[in-house]
């Protein structure tokens, strides 16, 4: 059984950073991060491999978020920066079920998942 906690949400100004934090208990593989507006599906947001040398982005954050992992804290981070209103939303993070997964952006790659942490990002 893995537990997933997400941290580091909050109400920011469009332009300004978060850094979210999903911490981990029981082994891990790849992880990810996905969000989801109130009404909408949920979406990828970015993933990183099990050894942190391969990572995925969805075009909406490629060059603004970058995620992260520290394996020895069981932790893994997503720095967010240059915010955008339309980032507002609640963020998940989830855990694969091996180590890099053949579609990153696919729910199904992934077994557990957490409780997520709200962002909101005002104009």
């Known amino acids: 059984q893995v537990q997933l906690v997400e941290s580091g949400g909050g109400l920011v100004q469009a332009g300004e950073s978060l850094r979210l934090s999903c911490a981990a208990s029981g082994r891990t593989f790849a992880m990810a991060w996905f969000r989801q507006a109130p009404g909408k599906e949920r979406e990828f947001v970015a993933a990183i491999s099990w050894s942190g040398g391969t990572t995925a982005y969805a075009d909406s954050v490629k060059g603004r978020f970058t995620i992260s992992r520290d394996n020895a804290k069981n932790t893994v981070y997503l720095q967010m920066n240059s915010l955008k209103p339309e980032d507002t939303e609640l963020y998940y993070c989830?855990?694969?079920?091996?180590?890099?997964?053949?579609?990153?952006?696919?729910?199904?790659?992934?077994?557990?998942w957490g409780q997520g942490t709200q962002v909101n990002v005002s104009s």
């Open positions: 989830a855990k694969s079920y091996s180590l890099w997964p053949a579609r990153p952006s696919d729910l199904k790659q992934y077994d557990y």
